[in-house]
Each structure stands twice: as structure tokens, then as C-alpha cells.
DNA sequence: GAGAAACGCGAGCGGTCGCTCGTGTTTACC
DNA sequence: GGTAAACACGAGCGACCGCTCGCGTTTCTC
């Protein structure tokens, strides 16, 4: 058996000691990143094109990332953290807002955040990649689908399990779709979009969770 | 210069006569061109896989098509037309329907449609594609937003049209999201999920159109 | 300041892709 | 039956892709 360093328990073998030279080569290439794909999607973005970018040459690239689906996971979960890490977003003060303030303090943030970091939504819309890439992309969809349907069961506990699910689905896809218009207009029209989906969202969840504030308890 | 046969009027110079077998030959490509893409995405397919699955060789695929973008137009087309045409859906007849029954009059044979031909949808959705293909891709996306507008401005024909142009695109891309979650589902999941499409198109549009059959006019 | 390890480079390997081309077969038309 | 065009094949070309490898440079540690 092959007992490694002390605090190595596992058999992980991969105990690379980073510089912080190395900290920011993963910083540049991971932007780099995020503007090929936002550019060209996943699929039709080259590793080549993310070092040249980058400022680096292909070799420098392998030397932080296994392969191109690693930096693809990587930049992923530092976007889905930083979204729902950054912003207090799906807050249980949230929650207990009335519907139309609730949808703002939600969207609004997470509108801000994408506008910022373009590359996320197109993470989250890639469907045409190989690998496993698809499996820790869905991990990262849920983290977020999650959140929606624990808000959704605190503002309407009666709601049955399943019927809560295709709800945060729904007003998920729906999310995303908005978000999709949002992104590709700018200025008045972004502004418009932004307003069509709040509209979109409130119709949908209104019936479902009540337009009042605190969950719907008799 | 090079003035051609009679009725060839222009610079176009292919006056490629077709046969029945050449005719066939069209359509099984593009049955296996549907069914690549959907299973891969339009950047990820292969011609020659194209090809294989026609259960025909790469020159003879490229006998019938210039260029793998033609192939994706060419059945983007189809559908485009298919989906427009054999169904009577944005017919004036429906446009005069309560709303709940004109959501079920258009939505349904669409839904149809697409679970049967999930390839549109893919097509649809293909937002990484290089070349031109993304142009004609766009202009077959604002034929169907188009019939969308119309219906909208029938029914509300006080609506500024800027207000209906972001209704139409927001209502289309709401039911792009809800046939992605349908599609991914099956069975009972699929019912439920085309339930809530409906839900939340009607949420977003009783607002704007009002619920009743006739336009609003007093 | 010496050794080790992390960092950096870029030519290029193996492989796949879109597509071609030379050649042979089938079909339409007289 | 003869001939021209349409159809069919499949090896393989050139380009690009993800990724490697040998080697030089910088940084950390003692």
C-alpha cells in the first residue's frame, strides 16, 4: 500500500504546493476562459485560444488545468459560488418578503451578477459538450435549483414535494430564458427585458405562493 | 459574360437536375442529420457521422449539400415550414379564443411537434455555431416571433409595439424554456411540466391580453 | 548559494474534422 | 443501345484540435 504524506488520508496523489505566481496564472487563465467560451460556447472554444488570450503559452496552460473540461468545472463553481455566495440572495429575511419585493431582491442581484459574468449563463445553457463535463454542470444547475425550492417551500409549505420541484424547475428555465433576452440587448431594451420577466415571474408565482409577505399560515 | 440556360435569369449557376433516387437520398439525410444533432449539437456532429447513420458515404452526402451549415439550414427550414404550416396554430379563428383555450391551441400542436421532431429545438437552441448559419438561424427564429407579435397585436391593439414586440419575445422564449424541461422529461414528469408551461404563459399573458375570447375593445 | 520544485515555453504528436477527387454505377433521354 | 448527367463510393488531404515533452527560468527553502 502506498501510505502518502501525513495529512494525505486517501489515495489522492496530487499534493502540488501552488505559488502565488501559480495563483494568478489561474486567475488570468480562468478569465481568459470565461471570454472564449462567453465568445464561442464550450464546445467551439480551444484551449489554444484561452492560453493565447490569456498571455501564455499552450504548455503553461496544462500546467494548472488536466484538461479543457477542468477549466470549464473550475470556472463553473467559482461563478456558482460567487453568485450565491457574494449576494445574500435566497435569505430567509428574503423569503418572507411579499412576492413583488421578493422577486426583486432575487432577480436584481442575480440580473447584476450575470450582466457582469456573461460566461455563467452560457455555462449554464452548454447542452453539446462531451465528457462528464454535462454531470458536474447539472451539480452546479441543482446548487442553484435548490435554493429556489427551499424558498419555495418556506413561502408555501402545503405545496406537495413534487409539485415544488416542477415549480423551481419551471420558474428556474424561466429565469434563465429572461435572462437570455436580458444579456442580449443592452441599455432601454435590457432595462424593458428585465421588467417583461419580473412580469413573467410574478404571474407564474403569484398563484402558487400568495402576493402577501410572511409564508401563507391561517 | 455568361448568360445561362433561359430561365436562369441571374448569376445563380445551379441548375442541378435532381432524380427521385437524389430526392430520397435529401430526406435520409436529413432524418440523420435530426437525429445527430440532437443527440450531439450542431458543433459537435459530424458529417460523416451524418453520413453513417444515412448509412451513406461522406461524398455522397456532399453530393446533395456545399457545406455542413447547409444541411442544418436546409432541415432547419423543413421544420421551420412543417411546424408553421401543417398545423393551422396562429390561425384568426384561435386568435379570437378565451385565453386558456388559445394557450391550448397553439401550445399543444407545438409541443406535439416538437416532442416528435426534438431536433427544432436543438436547432433552435444552438446558440455556438460559427459562420452564417447563426443569420439564417435568426431569421427563421423571427419567422415564428413574427406569427407570435401578430397574434398579440390582434388581440391587444392598443399595445405600443415596442411593448409587443418584448411581449412576443418574452413569450417565446418563455415557451423555448418550458419545451426544454418537457422535452427532458417523460411520461407523467412531461404532463406535469407542460401543465406548467401553460400555467405561467397564461400568468405572464392575462395581464397583457386580458382572459376573455374576443380582442378588448369596449 | 545550492538544490528542488514550481513555472514557462513552443514545436509538434496523434487524432478528428470538414471536405475533395478519381473512379465506378445507375438513370434519363434520344 | 449509346451517351451524358446524376448518383455513389471511400481513401485521404489539409487544417485544426487537445494535449505532451524536453528544456530553460524563477522562486522557495535550507
Same mark, same amino acid.
Not at 486567475?27 to 464546445?43: E, I, K, M, N
Not at 422577486?103 to 447542452?127: G, K, R, W, Y
Not at 413561502?155 to 436580458?182: D, Q, V, Y
Not at 435590457?190 to 410574478?202: M, S
Given at each position: *500500500?502506498?501510505?502518502?504524506k501525513?495529512?494525505?488520508p486517501h489515495e489522492t496523489v496530487?499534493?502540488?504546493?501552488r ?5 494568478r ?10 471570454s ?6 464550450y ?5 489554444n ?16 488545468f ?5 477549466i470549464?468545472?473550475e470556472?463553473?463553481?467559482r ?17 418572507? #418578503?411579499?412576492?413583488r ?8 442581484p *442575480?440580473?447584476?451578477?450575470n450582466c457582469?459574468?456573461?460566461a455563467f ?9 462531451p465528457?462528464n ?10 446548487s442553484?435549483?435548490d ?6 417551500g418556506v ?10 420541484t416542477?415549480?423551481?424547475?419551471m420558474a428556474?428555465?424561466?429565469f434563465?430564458a429572461?435572462?437570455?433576452?436580458? #444579456? ?17 415571474l410574478y ?9 402577501g409577505?410572511a409564508?401563507?399560515?391561517?
Amino acid at each position: *500500500m502506498t501510505e502518502s504524506k501525513a495529512d494525505q488520508p486517501h489515495e489522492t496523489v496530487k499534493p502540488r504546493r501552488r505559488q502565488a505566481r501559480g495563483e494568478r496564472r489561474i486567475q488570468q487563465l480562468l478569465d481568459a476562459a470565461a471570454s472564449v467560451f462567453c465568445r464561442a460556447g464550450y464546445t467551439s472554444a480551444s484551449t489554444n485560444a484561452i492560453a493565447r488570450e490569456a498571455g501564455v503559452s499552450p504548455g503553461t496552460l496544462y500546467q494548472f488545468f488536466p484538461n479543457k473540461e477542468a477549466i470549464a468545472v473550475e470556472l463553473g463553481e467559482r461563478l456558482n459560488r460567487r453568485m450565491l455566495e457574494t449576494h445574500g440572495v435566497f435569505t430567509p429575511e428574503n423569503a418572507a #418578503l411579499p412576492l413583488r419585493e421578493l422577486i426583486d431582491a432575487v432577480l436584481d442581484p *442575480m440580473i447584476e451578477f450575470n450582466c457582469a459574468n456573461p460566461a455563467f449563463l452560457t455555462l449554464l445553457q452548454s447542452s453539446e459538450a462531451p465528457g462528464n463535463f454535462l454531470e458536474e454542470h447539472a451539480a452546479q444547475h441543482d446548487s442553484i435549483q435548490d435554493r429556489i425550492e427551499e424558498l419555495i417551500g418556506v413561502r408555501n409549505p402545503e405545496l406537495s414535494p413534487e409539485r415544488r420541484t416542477h415549480t423551481a424547475s419551471m420558474a428556474f428555465a424561466l429565469f434563465k430564458a429572461g435572462l437570455g433576452l436580458i #444579456l442580449g440587448h443592452e441599455g432601454a431594451e435590457r432595462e424593458a427585458y428585465v421588467t417583461e420577466l419580473k412580469t413573467a415571474l410574478y404571474g407564474y408565482l403569484a398563484p402558487v405562493l400568495g402576493t402577501g409577505g410572511a409564508p401563507a399560515r391561517p
